[in-house]
């Protein structure tokens, strides 16, 4: 059964850039057509979708997030990960890593845990 | 992009009763390659991740039990909870793709 864990520093500085990995476990990354996404979602608030990216490399962003962001899967080590520059105070949100269900590309069925990241000096 | 708006904000319903939670999308999500709507529905309890209920508007995903129910097309779309459990309290998204992904501001349920 495949699972999705969230890591990275739970604290970043103002202006700096936020980065995290999404370790995927019970199956090799590269196994199937999926495209691997970050969503991130402010305490009490809704969910934004940030980015993704498929195991043929190709990417595709949230236009909002001005290409602040950028997402990398890396097979060797069944991981993917999200760099987010500049962050700000807004940028205060859990963040999640998630898996589209099969027969689809954008909607998700399997999600990591979420991991909280605050920007703050 | 799409925006999705979510109404009502919040709705307490009686246990037993039913709950219906509507998405208008500010522009079509119809694909005419497939005749489909790419429109979905989460349920997100406090401290978990979100849960796929239901996709391409009206398919119920895998476990999710058959008293919720989605349906419209276009750019108007309902989820229905039939029968509320108190389970089922929870704060429920849409979600398209057409285009970017987003999703609506969600709308928060629960018991009267």
């Known amino acids: 059964q495949v699972q999705l864990q969230e890591s990275g520093p739970g604290l970043v500085k103002p202006s700096q850039t936020l980065s995290l990995t999404c370790t995927v476990s019970?199956?090799?990354?590269?196994?199937?057509?999926?495209?691997w996404s970050w969503v991130r979602q402010p305490a009490g608030k809704g969910l934004e979708w940030i980015g993704r990216m498929s195991n043929s490399g190709s990417t595709q962003y949230n236009p909002s997030l001005k290409s602040r962001a950028t997402v990398s899967v890396d097979t060797s080590k069944n991981q993917f990960s999200l760099k987010l520059t500049s962050v700000t105070a807004a940028d205060t949100a859990v963040y999640y890593c998630a898996r589209p269900r099969e027969g689809t590309d954008w909607c998700f069925d399997l999600w990591g845990r979420g991991t909280l990241v605050t920007v703050s000096s | 992009d799409i925006v999705l708006t979510q109404s009502p904000d919040s709705l307490a319903v009686s246990l037993g009763e039913r709950a219906t939670i509507n998405c208008k999308s500010s522009?079509?999500?119809?694909?005419?390659?497939?005749?489909?709507?790419?429109l979905a529905w989460y349920q997100q309890k406090p401290g978990q991740p979100p849960k796929l209920l239901i996709y391409?508007?009206?398919t119920r995903e895998s476990g999710v039990p058959d008293r919720f129910s989605g349906s419209g097309s276009g750019t108007d779309f309902t989820l229905t909870i039939n029968s509320l459990q108190a389970e089922d309290v929870a704060i429920y998204f849409c979600q398209q793709h057409y285009g970017a992904l987003t999703f609506g501001g969600g709308t928060k349920v629960e018991i009267k």
């Open positions: 522009q079509s999500v119809f694909y005419s390659s497939n005749n489909k709507n790419s």
């Open positions: 019970g199956g090799p990354i590269s196994s199937g057509n999926y495209y």
């Open positions: 391409w508007a009206s």
